[in-house]
């Protein structure tokens, strides 16, 4: 029942319409399911806000607070993450319900003391700008909107029920998100405002909101289960009841937050929702995702390839989010307050992202990319160092390298302006020459040691990639010195090369290769790789593809090599990663160091390769269903890797502006872009059986290189690519690309 009541949804959601925006393909229960995490409520594009439902946390699948098995809602919360490996945020749990009062949810195999409610899938509904559900325990009909930086609530409840109550809950949260200090009062009789400081995997997280209620409301402050007199509560444990009147059966709130105060939550609400237009709030949230999502327009007659498409640009486009207020206060790393002149963002998953999703931002997303940017180097200032994974104003340090080197290069090799181009190399270059996790080894060795540094192969070529986009920075900026100095870093990579296995391994500070290799194995965090096996990290070398294939002995070993990866099939070993998913022999389409790899044909004369394993991934590694994604979506990067698979490149160096020829599977598409200059992709003779390009033109002229630069789609223009059954094996000379 469960299924069909789903199945239902999803036609309504993707049914074909001539009509129909680009909102309408959106399905937001893809990746809600399986190992997707992803965020399940209502946000704007890069929205500060995010609210949602939210489940009893039942382990790693529950890590954005919500998954699609799941029958019972203990709240809704305004902080949610999108697919990421790790749980933080659900601040702020608001729950409606009836009956006796009551201040524990109850327990996830009994929810009959507590104020949690079942739920199912039949009166379920989400949207890009309205989640509803009917919490089936008290028959109250709830529906959520939001702006930039306000929730907006609707709560219906039965006409004859007694005692109606609405939870607000600080105590509780996503995951490891643990309290260390809560406030709440009631202001007048529609405001009550407090703040949440906690501490998980953002080390030290400071939330304020103020709530407005549409109806007068009294409340009871409880410290986690004592109830405590007076109209404030400061302390660890705060809930508070709000009780509403015997007539009221209708009530909406607004909830602004802010990370500054309760008062800049107050103005975020007067400034962005000033009125009780539920509706007219969804449709201006919706025609904001329209905005955003038709800044690339589809053509194909398959509506599961939309639905796919358009969500992954929206799962794309809901990070990094807003973290200033509408007056451009914000909090710092330093947990000072600033003022800015520019938009402050936060949630950076960069070794995630900095892959596919942020390239993608320099084509989709030019007027935020100075901003990103900007609130990366005002990190920098903060902290003294480039961020490594930003949340809420602290850096998590989670994963390895520091992957904003590379995005921020991206940003000043492309030309990008309205930022310090000297203050950001500064900021790059400080970052690459300090001490972080095993950049000591690197300055003093060449090469990080395997006995001194856990994942030593993983950092060793993460950092040679950042270091490539510095010495590039560096030549452009006319720093030769500089250019020297990390040009040769970047060629690091040799130093874990293992001639006799043609593998990339740990090695020890005495320079001799660490025991017991095996390239299939994994143990998760705790070997030379990161969520991955040798085989995976054995192609980690976007920015030098041409010396990786001369490590390999030439093309011909390359190809041999390669096609290897994808057909063999071993034990990754009982304490292997769960991110090691998606896979394709040893290809490992779960997470995000294998995204480029199948592109890497391409380089050595063999696209039509390239274009037989993406085709692959494209039709049967995402679906339109909950458990549509092959791993964890991580902020956008797993779906920015479709959107420019669909439309046939794919960035493989992150750095270099290149686009590296694959596969499209649309008809056509048409991208916008600024001063009302497009760039159109046309696609003729598409099928599923011509998944081949026969030959390739740009405004009209043959084209023969492999790849397309940043440069030509920022100018405008056409592609066309000609496709057929067959491979074409002679297009991609090799001789002809550089």
Same mark, same amino acid.
């Given at each position: 029942?469960?299924?069909?009541?789903?199945?239902?949804?999803?036609?309504?959601?993707?049914?074909?319409?001539?009509?129909?925006?680009?909102?309408?393909?959106?399905?937001?229960?893809?990746?809600?399911?399986?190992?997707?995490?992803?965020?399940?409520?209502?946000?704007?594009?890069?929205?500060?806000?995010?609210?949602?439902?939210?489940?009893?946390?039942?382990?790693?699948?529950?890590?954005?607070?919500?998954?699609?098995? %799941?029958?019972?809602?203990?709240?809704?919360?305004? &902080?949610?993450?999108?697919?990421?490996?790790?749980?933080?945020?659900?601040?702020?749990?608001?729950?409606?319900?009836?009956?006796?009062?009551?201040?524990? =949810?109850?327990?996830?195999?009994?929810?009959?003391?507590?104020?949690?409610?079942?739920?199912?899938?039949?009166?379920?509904?989400?949207?890009?700008?309205?989640?509803?559900?009917?919490?089936? !325990?008290?028959?109250?009909?709830?529906?959520?909107?939001?702006?930039?930086?306000?929730? /907006?609530?609707?709560?219906?409840?039965?006409?004859?029920?007694?005692?109606?109550?609405?939870?607000?809950?600080?105590?509780?949260?996503?995951?490891?998100?643990?309290?260390?200090?809560?406030?709440?009062?009631?202001?007048?009789?529609?405001?009550?405002?407090?703040?949440?400081?906690?501490?998980?995997?953002?080390?030290? +997280?400071?939330?304020?909101?103020?709530?407005?209620?549409?109806?007068?409301?009294?409340?009871?402050?409880?410290?986690?289960?004592?109830?405590?007199?007076?109209?404030?509560?400061?302390?660890?444990?705060?809930?508070?009841?709000?009780?509403? +009147?015997?007539?009221?059966?209708?009530?909406?709130?607004?909830?602004?937050?802010?990370?500054?105060?309760?008062?800049?939550?107050?103005?975020?609400?007067?400034?962005?929702?000033?009125?009780?237009?539920?509706?007219?709030?969804?449709?201006?949230?919706?025609?904001?995702?329209?905005?955003?999502?038709?800044?690339?327009?589809?053509?194909? =007659?398959?509506?599961?390839?939309?639905?796919?498409?358009?969500?992954?640009?929206?799962?794309?486009?809901?990070? =990094?989010?807003? /973290?200033?207020?509408?007056?451009?206060?914000?909090?710092? !790393?330093?947990?000072?307050?600033?003022?800015?002149?520019?938009?402050?963002?936060?949630?950076?998953?960069?070794?995630?992202?900095?892959?596919?999703?942020?390239?993608?931002?320099?084509?989709?997303?030019?007027?935020?990319?100075?901003?990103?940017?900007?609130?990366?180097?005002?990190?920098?200032?903060?902290?003294?160092?480039?961020?490594?994974?930003?949340?809420?104003?602290? %850096?998590?340090?989670?994963?390895?390298?520091?992957?904003?080197?590379?995005?921020?290069?991206?940003?000043?090799?492309?030309?990008?302006?309205?930022?310090?181009?000297?203050?950001?190399?500064?900021?790059?270059?400080?970052?690459?020459?300090?001490?972080?996790?095993?950049?000591?080894?690197?300055?003093?060795?060449?090469?990080?040691?395997?006995?001194?540094?856990?994942?030593?192969?993983?950092?060793?070529?993460?950092?040679?990639?950042?270091?490539?986009?510095?010495?590039?920075?560096?030549?452009?900026?006319?720093?030769?010195?500089?250019?020297?100095?990390?040009?040769?870093?970047?060629?690091?990579?040799?130093?874990?090369?293992?001639?006799?296995?043609?593998?990339?391994?740990?090695?020890?500070?005495?320079?001799?290769?660490?025991?017991?290799?095996?390239?299939?194995?994994?143990?998760?965090?705790?070997?030379?790789?990161?969520?991955?096996?040798?085989?995976?990290?054995?192609?980690?070398? =976007?920015?030098?593809?041409?010396? &990786?294939?001369?490590?390999? #002995?030439?093309?011909?070993?390359?190809?041999?090599?390669?096609?290897?990866?994808?057909?063999?099939?071993?034990?990754?070993?009982?304490?292997?990663?769960?991110?090691?998913?998606?896979?394709?022999?040893?290809?490992?389409?779960?997470?995000?160091?294998?995204?480029?790899?199948?592109?890497?044909?391409?380089?050595? #004369?063999?696209?039509?390769?390239?274009?037989?394993?993406?085709?692959?991934?494209?039709?049967?590694?995402?679906?339109?269903?909950?458990?549509?994604?092959?791993?964890?979506?991580?902020?956008?990067?797993?779906?920015?890797?479709?959107?420019?698979?669909?439309?046939?490149?794919?960035?493989?160096?992150?750095?270099?502006?290149?686009?590296? /020829?694959?596969?499209?599977?649309?008809?056509?598409?048409?991208?916008? &872009?600024?001063?009302?200059?497009?760039? !159109?992709?046309?696609?003729?003779?598409?099928?599923?059986?011509?998944?081949?390009?026969?030959?390739?033109?740009?405004?009209?002229?043959?084209?023969?290189? /492999?790849?397309?630069?940043?440069?030509?789609?920022?100018?405008?223009?056409?592609? !066309?690519?000609?496709?057929?059954?067959?491979?074409?094996?002679?297009?991609?000379?090799?001789?002809?690309?550089?």
């Amino acid at each position: 029942m469960r299924i069909l009541a789903y199945l239902t949804l999803a036609i309504l959601i993707t049914g074909c319409s001539s009509t129909n925006q680009e909102s309408d393909y959106v399905n937001t229960f893809i990746g809600t399911g399986g190992h997707g995490h992803t965020f399940l409520g209502v946000s704007t594009p890069f929205g500060g806000i995010q609210v949602g439902p939210n489940n009893f946390n039942k382990g790693w699948d529950w890590c954005s607070g919500y998954h699609f098995s %799941d029958s019972i809602l203990v709240g809704f919360s305004h &902080l949610h993450l999108n697919g990421t490996g790790c749980s933080d945020t659900g601040d702020i749990i608001f729950m409606p319900y009836t009956g006796v009062e009551k201040t524990q =949810p109850g327990q996830q195999d009994d929810i009959t003391d507590g104020y949690a409610s079942l739920y199912s899938k039949g009166h379920e509904q989400s949207d890009v700008s309205r989640y509803k559900v009917l919490l089936e !325990t008290y028959g109250i009909d709830v529906e959520l909107t939001s702006s930039d930086r306000v929730a /907006f609530h609707k709560y219906k409840f039965p006409a004859d029920s007694q005692n109606k109550f609405i939870m607000i809950n600080l105590k509780d949260a996503n995951g490891d998100d643990r309290v260390t200090e809560s406030f709440l009062e009631q202001v007048n009789d529609t405001v009550v405002r407090g703040y949440r400081f906690s501490t998980g995997w953002a080390k030290a +997280q400071q939330i304020y909101f103020t709530a407005i209620f549409s109806e007068p409301v009294g409340i009871k402050l409880y410290d986690d289960t004592c109830f405590v007199e007076g109209k404030s509560l400061k302390n660890k444990y705060v809930k508070g009841n709000v009780s509403l +009147q015997q007539e009221t059966t209708d009530i909406s709130i607004k909830v602004g937050i802010s990370p500054v105060s309760m008062e800049n939550a107050y103005r975020n609400i007067n400034q962005e929702i000033p009125h009780w237009n539920f509706e007219r709030t969804v449709s201006e949230n919706r025609e904001r995702w329209n905005e955003e999502l038709s800044k690339v327009k589809i053509e194909t =007659p398959d509506d599961n390839i939309k639905t796919i498409f358009y969500t992954s640009l929206y799962h794309a486009f809901l990070q =990094p989010i807003i /973290f200033n207020d509408c007056n451009n206060d914000y909090r710092g !790393t330093d947990k000072k307050v600033y003022n800015s002149d520019f938009t402050n963002y936060t949630v950076f998953s960069l070794w995630d992202t900095y892959r596919a999703a942020h390239p993608l931002y320099t084509i989709l997303q030019q007027e935020r990319v100075p901003d990103f940017i900007n609130s990366m180097l005002k990190i920098y200032e903060q902290q003294g160092r480039l961020p490594v994974w930003h949340l809420y104003g602290s %850096d998590t340090n989670e994963m390895i390298g520091i992957q904003s080197v590379p995005v921020i290069a991206d940003a000043i090799l492309k030309g990008f302006e309205g930022f310090d181009h000297e203050e950001a190399y500064k900021a790059m270059k400080e970052s690459m020459l300090s001490d972080y996790k095993g950049l000591q080894w690197l300055k003093e060795l060449g090469y990080i040691p395997a006995d001194k540094e856990i994942e030593s192969v993983a950092k060793g070529l993460e950092y040679a990639i950042a270091d490539w986009g510095i010495s590039q920075v560096s030549k452009k900026l006319g720093k030769a010195d500089d250019y020297e100095y990390f040009n040769n870093r970047a060629k690091g990579y040799v130093n874990y090369w293992d001639n006799g296995s043609k593998f990339f391994r740990g090695r020890r500070i005495d320079g001799s290769w660490e025991a017991n290799f095996d390239p299939v194995n994994s143990t998760h965090r705790n070997d030379a790789y990161c969520e991955g096996n040798a085989w995976q990290y054995l192609w980690l070398v =976007p920015h030098d593809v041409d010396g &990786l294939i001369s490590l390999m #002995g030439g093309r011909e070993g390359f190809i041999s090599k390669l096609d290897s990866l994808f057909i063999l099939d071993s034990d990754l070993g009982e304490n292997a990663s769960p991110d090691i998913s998606g896979l394709i022999g040893q290809y490992a389409h779960g997470n995000e160091p294998s995204h480029h790899i199948a592109y890497l044909y391409a380089f050595a #004369g063999e696209q039509w390769k390239t274009a037989e394993k993406i085709d692959y991934i494209l039709h049967n590694l995402y679906k339109n269903a909950p458990d549509g994604l092959q791993g964890n979506e991580d902020c956008g990067q797993m779906s920015a890797w479709y959107v420019f698979s669909a439309l046939g490149f794919y960035p493989v160096n992150p750095s270099d502006g290149k686009y590296v /020829f694959g596969r499209p599977i649309i008809d056509k598409a048409t991208i916008k &872009l600024d001063s009302d200059k497009t760039f !159109t992709i046309t696609v003729l003779n598409n099928s599923m059986k011509n998944k081949y390009i026969q030959s390739v033109k740009l405004n009209g002229k043959n084209y023969n290189k /492999f790849y397309i630069n940043h440069a030509d789609i920022m100018h405008g223009g056409e592609l !066309t690519f000609e496709m057929g059954e067959k491979p074409n094996k002679t297009l991609f000379s090799p001789e002809t690309q550089y």
